[in-house]
């Protein structure tokens, strides 16, 4: 049985409210946190091997000591970015985190901010989160009244407003950049790096931008310690993680589960297996933007940054779309890369101008009319992205396409005229 | 022209109070006249432009970049349904047909007598329990075309309904 890091509090009535938060733990380590050295933080959360559960997986110790300290900076604020954009498809865990537990995730803003030396952070969530805002502003006012947000925070001396702020609609707004620039006002455009925001972000200040789950996991760490946390996981991912699963299983959920755990023990004790009588086809271990795996690919995984790399994908957010044999993944790829059309923010040409075509031909193919050629011009399309955008959009706009016809070509060869 | 109307003068200065920078107010200033409207008719493009330091260009290119901004009114209850992968293995398309049945519009249209917009939307992030229903931003998850229908049922009265699946993480079937 896991200690849960992260899912402690699901289920525990009104622990979306203060009194029950604190009752259950939260909050209860902050005025020692708080009056640590800020780079004896930084060392705990580099020790405990914490990556960034958004999708990228970069150490969040090593992010945080990116930012210049003040003498290096100008004495130019820093900034601290919470990513609740959550728009991966497959995706769904932040969410769950956010209503639940809305009290861990600012007490893992004040922590972070304290080791960052940032004064005023913001929650950046996606537009379709209007009800989540609701329910993250009345725990920001609560903890506001707490004297845990705001002025001297528990008396420690150290000063942290955190407000929250909603996107309107806009995939790439949960690539960093892209939330920079929405968060000044602007389209939300990535910016070309280097400068990296840990240098040059928000305003032209040092900007941290880190993913919910990722800020959630940072105040057990420093209660419980780096090696408790590593005791979960594997040398490569310690800890644990938030696994969203989809698609054809007979409990789909949000499951936490320490790294390195096989794949079928998520999808047969956690996520209730398959449909009577059904076989796996395929999954997409870590959000539409990574690639699909075959069925023996993985009920042979498990699920962890080294594994996914052995077998050409990644973990990305932990978004698990499983598909069963009903599935048509012709169909299915031909629904991915019409996303991917309509959430191109349109700046690099590769991706503006190749996820247009990536999306027609698919549905053509899907449709059934379909030619043999249309399946070249497809790899031709997804091939000319990688590498070739501002962004990591490109990439995962064109790992679908590439890893669908690599590992299932006889589905689309089936369906394509001569 | 440029000066906030009154009833959303107040709102509008508390935000430019707390924003960074005026242009920073945009997202925010924008929601309000949303929230309050409906909608975002022209002659608040002036007030956020005042407001904001943004030049027009800037602005209807930031109007036009985010797919929530409304620059026409929509019907009392917008509907939006998700139809990205695992909705669309959920039942979205199902769903999607039927409401467009049952409201006699295509998808992007409102209804003659103005109560209701169908959209078909991406991905909303509930994954788990499609196909996923928005109205006016609350979220109905499983909505199941018998359950779409008492959905419209609350709505003619006026009510949204209870959403007894609100505080679940696991769904079994």
Same mark, same amino acid.
């Given at each position: 049985m896991v200690v849960p890091v992260l899912t402690a509090r699901f289920g525990v009535p009104g622990a979306h409210t203060l009194e029950v938060a604190r009752r259950h733990g939260v909050y209860a380590d902050l005025?020692?946190?708080?009056?640590?050295?800020?780079?004896?933080?930084?060392?705990?959360?580099?020790?405990?091997?914490?990556?960034?559960?958004?999708?990228?997986?970069?150490?969040?110790?090593?992010?945080?000591?990116?930012?210049?300290?003040?003498?290096?900076?100008?004495?130019?604020?820093?900034?601290?970015l919470v990513n609740a954009d959550e728009s991966e498809p497959g995706t769904f865990k932040d969410r #769950?985190?956010?209503?639940?537990?809305?009290?861990?995730?600012? @007490?893992?803003?004040?922590? +972070?901010? !304290? &080791?960052? =030396?940032?004064?005023?952070?913001?929650?950046?969530?996606r537009g379709e989160f209007k009800f989540l805002q609701a329910r993250l502003d009345a725990a920001l006012a609560e903890a506001r009244?707490?004297?845990?947000?705001?002025?001297?925070?528990?008396?420690?001396?150290?000063?942290?407003?955190?407000?929250?702020?909603?996107?309107?609609?806009?995939?790439?707004?949960?690539?960093?950049?892209?939330?920079?620039?929405?968060?000044?006002?602007?389209?939300?455009?990535?910016?070309?790096?280097?400068?990296?925001?840990?240098?040059?972000?928000?305003?032209?200040?040092p900007t941290?931008?880190?993913? #919910?789950?990722?800020?959630?996991?940072?105040?057990?760490?420093? @209660?419980?310690?780096?090696? +408790?946390? !590593? &005791?979960? =996981?594997?040398?490569?991912?310690?800890?644990?993680?938030?696994?969203?699963?989809?698609?054809?299983?007979?409990?789909p959920g949000v499951y936490e589960l320490p790294l390195g755990t096989p794949f079928p023990e998520l999808l047969q004790a956690h996520a209730g297996g398959l449909g009577p009588g059904r076989t796996l086809q395929a999954v997409i271990?870590?959000?539409?933007?990574?690639?699909?795996?075959?069925?023996?690919?993985?009920?042979?995984?498990?699920?962890?940054?080294?594994?996914?790399?052995?077998?050409?994908t990644f973990l990305g957010s932990g978004g698990v779309i499983v598909l069963?044999?009903?599935?048509?993944?012709?169909?299915?790829?031909?629904?991915?890369?019409?996303?991917?059309?309509?959430?191109?923010?349109?700046?690099?040409?590769?991706?503006r101008e190749g996820c247009g075509w990536m999306a027609r031909i698919a549905a053509r193919v899907a449709a059934g009319r379909g030619t043999v050629e249309d399946l070249a011009t497809l790899e031709d399309l997804a091939r000319a992205l990688p590498g070739r955008t501002i962004c990591a959009f490109g990439d995962a706009a064109a790992l679908p396409v590439l890893s669908f016809l690599a590992r299932f070509r006889s589905a689309f060869e089936a369906r394509v005229q001569p | 022209m440029s000066a906030w109307p009154d009833d959303l003068a107040p709102e509008a200065a508390s935000i430019l109070a707390s924003a960074p920078?005026?242009?920073?107010?945009?997202?925010?200033?924008?929601?309000?006249?949303?929230?309050?409207?409906?909608?975002?008719?022209?002659?608040?493009?002036?007030?956020?432009?005042?407001?904001?330091?943004?030049?027009?260009?800037?602005?209807?290119?930031?109007?036009?970049?985010?797919?929530?901004?409304?620059?026409?009114?929509?019907?009392?209850?917008?509907?939006?349904?998700?139809?990205?992968?695992?909705?669309?293995?959920?039942?979205?398309?199902r769903l999607l047909d039927h409401l467009q049945a049952r409201l006699g519009v295509g998808i992007g249209e409102t209804t003659p007598d103005g109560a209701f917009t169908l959209l078909a939307v991406e991905c909303l992030a509930a994954c788990g329990s499609g196909p996923v229903l928005h109205v006016n931003g609350v979220p109905y998850e499983r909505v199941t075309p018998e359950r779409a229908d008492d959905i419209l049922t609350a709505l003619c009265e006026g009510r949204l309904p209870e959403r007894p699946e609100a505080d679940a993480w696991s769904y079994p079937s």
């Open positions: 005025g020692r946190v708080l009056a640590l050295d800020p780079g004896a933080v930084i060392t705990e959360v580099t020790a405990s091997g914490l990556r960034g559960r958004g999708g990228a997986g970069f150490p969040t110790g090593a992010k945080w000591g990116f930012v210049p300290p003040p003498e290096r900076r100008g004495n130019r604020p820093v900034h601290l #769950v985190l956010l209503w639940h537990d809305p009290h861990r995730v600012i @007490e893992g803003t004040l922590v +972070a901010a !304290r &080791a960052l =030396g940032c004064h005023r952070a913001w929650i950046y969530l009244a707490a004297r845990l947000v705001g002025p001297d925070v528990l008396g420690s001396g150290f000063d942290c407003e955190i407000a929250t702020l909603r996107g309107a609609g806009a995939y790439i707004c949960g690539e960093e950049s892209g939330l920079i620039e929405s968060v000044e006002g602007k389209k939300g455009m990535p910016r070309i790096k280097p400068p990296y925001p840990a240098v040059v972000g928000a305003f032209g200040d941290v931008v880190q993913n #919910v789950e990722t800020l959630a996991a940072v105040p057990w760490i420093l @209660e419980h310690g780096a090696a +408790a946390y !590593r &005791a979960f =996981g594997t040398p490569a991912s310690p800890g644990t993680k938030l696994f969203s699963v989809s698609g054809h299983v007979r409990r271990p870590g959000g539409s933007s990574v690639p699909v795996l075959t069925a023996d690919e993985a009920m042979g995984a498990t699920l962890d940054y080294e594994d996914m790399a052995r077998l050409g069963d044999d009903t599935a048509d993944l012709v169909a299915a790829l031909a629904n991915l890369t019409r996303f991917y059309a309509h959430e191109s923010c349109g700046q690099c040409t590769p991706c | 920078t005026p242009c920073a107010a945009t997202l925010p200033l924008l929601w309000l006249v949303q929230d309050q409207r409906g909608w975002i008719p022209d002659e608040a493009l002036g007030w956020v432009v005042a407001a904001t330091g943004q030049t027009l260009a800037q602005l209807e290119a930031v109007l036009s970049f985010y797919t929530m901004f409304r620059r026409a009114p929509a019907g009392r209850w917008v509907l939006e349904v998700c139809r990205t992968l695992s909705c669309e293995l959920a039942g979205a398309p």
